[in-house]
């Protein structure tokens, strides 16, 4: 019979013993081979800081940074097994800029061991550490309070720390708080009860890591299997993947959560062939009695109890870029198995993870927590992250870097995105086109204050006119005093300022125009989320690429005399940046060229001639 397994994270601020009591957990257990250990010992010589006893925490510290600092930087997993249980174990780094790692071990952990070090008590990454277990659905903790030789086993200072958890972690919602003063190191109540805290009447940590029940009854839960794959064993169309929740068995009927469309499971296919039934984690493939239409990221679904499915919702983030997260900018959304385009709408408010106070916030910095609106590009099928994990939670990816800029975990779907819906028209893009006489499309101008991309896209609109084309210019300035009124021209700003702008001209392409826009935009991200508006071979990006000290020469607005005197904050190119296009339609220079000349070339670059 399989042994019961039970994923534990280890967390908590730096050097408070994490490493060590993992190392100590898997040599009290027998877990290290003669061979390790030779290399333990060797390891201890050379990186050791024990004053010559075998260093355990070497056992888990894997990356020789790791062991040339004393610190985890990666998150480490370990596995081990007693008796009565089996356990993967992962040890999350304690510095804060690792955060980001420690969130990735607590998504699949079931209990986390928060280590807090007797002499510091709690610090504000224990507390940090605390509230991203709880986001993460992490529902039982033990607090291990470490060190305690090192405060002469004392019982006030133990119970104090309590004390000051129990306080903090009350408005957390974990289900189980479990204190226990130990010893990494010498291994008091880790797995054998020390006779120096005689005080102490419950069990050794290994103890209560075998008893304590963390079940869920997942095949009570509804069934959810996001499709990964669609394949075609033995000429039989089938939808493959791995269930999420409940169970599955031929006959069951299931429904596609995006359309409703509704079957009946005629085969369960596992690795090795047909099988009676699949449950939570079970990779499978299902085949179905009747055709429905079906792709990769869908979510096939018990039919009385479907997930939600909307293109917005509020969520709890945990921030992991470099790059500050602004609201409005386009990343890509992992959900299950789909890719959407998704944009941070609004931060609700940011977390104080000291106090759990709510802050109000306009950007998110690294390791920062916040509770936020979302807005995906399509509708998605979800379950709220405590009803569960798997389809519950999300990462946004940066689109330029590929790198994950934030682990994110649905609270509950916004009740507009269910009531709003796209109305269809009578007439679409390409009739407006036809009565138009021509093909709709932007041009889109960008490049530093000064460079000239207004003058230039005045003389394409005037040679436009001249040919008897129907067209609309956005200006900056223009739409400033206006439409955008309300922005200023922070980063956060600029970006709403765009996205503003973007959706106006896909409106105006909509209506058939060719529409001509000069705007800074300083941002890649912003400028492709724009170009994802709009059709293959719509969109042209005409970089107008004068240098800086030409554009601060000509300064007709004097903008630049006063941002370097610094009456102008946040103006581009002085103190806020310019990402320079890496692939536009078309660059242009100034430099010996008449605006004319260069409406001509752009005009032939976009087809209009």
């Known amino acids: 019979m399989a042994r019961d397994l039970l994923r534990i994270l280890t967390c908590g601020s730096v050097d408070d013993g994490k490493s060590t009591l993992l190392g100590r957990l898997l040599y009290d ?3 290290v081979l003669e061979d390790q250990l030779t290399t333990l010992q060797r390891d201890t010589r050379r990186y050791g800081t024990t004053a010559g006893e075998i260093d355990l925490a070497l056992l888990a510290d894997g990356l020789e940074a790791e062991r040339e600092q004393g610190i985890t930087i990666d998150v480490a997993y370990r596995q081990f097994a007693t008796p009565r249980r089996a356990f993967i174990v992962a040890d999350a780094p304690g510095h804060e800029q690792y955060t980001r790692n420690m969130a990735t071990g607590a998504s699949t952990s079931e209990l ?9 008590g709690l610090l504000d990454q224990s507390r940090r550490h605390a509230a991203i277990c709880s986001l993460l659905g992490i529902r039982h903790v033990v607090l291990a309070v470490n060190k305690i030789d090192l405060v002469g086993y004392g019982r006030a200072t133990f119970e104090a720390i309590t004390a000051e958890f129990a306080s903090f972690a009350g408005r957390l919602g974990f289900t189980d708080v479990r204190a226990i003063p130990v010893s990494a190191r010498d291994g008091d109540n880790v797995t054998a009860r020390s006779a120096r805290t005689p005080w102490y009447d419950g069990s050794t940590l290994l103890e209560y890591l075998e008893t304590v029940d963390v079940r869920r009854d997942s095949d009570a839960s509804p069934f959810r299997l996001p499709v990964a794959w669609i394949s075609r064993p033995e000429d039989v169309r089938g939808y493959a993947g791995t269930v ?3 169970s599955v068995r031929a006959g069951d009927d299931i429904v596609v959560a995006g359309s409703g469309a509704i079957a009946r499971v005629s085969r369960v296919l596992g690795p090795d062939g047909d099988v009676e039934m699949a449950r939570k984690g079970d990779a499978v493939t299902l085949c179905l009695d009747r055709h429905v239409d079906v792709a990769r990221g869908d979510v096939l679904a018990a039919p009385k109890a479907r997930p939600e499915v909307a293109d917005q919702f509020t969520a709890d983030i945990v921030w992991m870029g470099d790059e500050h997260l602004l609201p409005g900018r386009s990343y890509l ?13 609004m931060i609700k408010y940011k977390l104080n993870v000291a106090t759990l106070e709510h802050l109000a916030a306009r950007e998110l910095h690294l390791n920062e927590i916040a509770s936020c609106n979302i807005a995906t590009g399509v509708p998605v099928a979800y379950d709220t992250y405590a009803e569960n994990r798997e389809t519950g939670g999300f990462i946004l990816v940066d689109r330029f870097t590929h790198a994950t800029a934030a682990a994110g975990m649905i609270a509950h779907g916004l009740r507009r995105a269910t009531n709003i819906h796209h109305e269809r028209l009578s007439l679409d893009k390409t009739a407006r086109a036809a009565l138009n006489l021509q093909k709709p499309g932007i041009i889109w101008f960008t490049g530093l204050s000064a460079a000239g991309k207004s003058t230039i896209a005045r003389a394409v609109e005037a040679k436009l006119y001249t040919l008897g084309r129907h067209t609309m210019m956005l200006d900056g300035d223009n739409l400033r005093h206006g439409l955008n009124r309300d922005l200023g021209f922070t980063d956060v700003d600029r970006v709403e300022n765009i996205r503003r702008v973007g959706e106006v001209a896909k409106l105006m392409v909509e209506a058939g125009l060719i529409v ?5 935009s300083p941002f890649r991200a912003e400028r492709a989320m724009v170009r994802a508006l709009f059709d293959e071979g719509e969109f042209f990006e005409i970089f107008v690429d004068t240098p800086l ?3 601060i020469q000509r300064d007709p607005k004097g903008l630049y005399a006063k941002a370097k005197s610094g009456a102008l904050p946040n103006f581009t190119g002085i103190d806020s940046a310019y990402e320079r296009p890496e692939n536009p339609e078309l660059t242009l220079s100034t430099a010996n060229k008449t605006p004319e000349e260069l409406a001509v070339a752009v005009l032939n670059r976009c087809g209009y001639l």
């Open 29 to 31: 257990t027998a877990q």
């Open 112 to 120: 986390a061991v928060l280590l807090v070090d007797a002499r510091k």
């Open 244 to 246: 999420a929740a409940g």
């Open 333 to 345: 959304m992992r959900i299950g198995t789909r890719w959407v385009p998704a944009a941070v709408t």
């Open 516 to 520: 001509i826009c000069a705007f800074i």
């Open 549 to 551: 000290a030409d554009c």
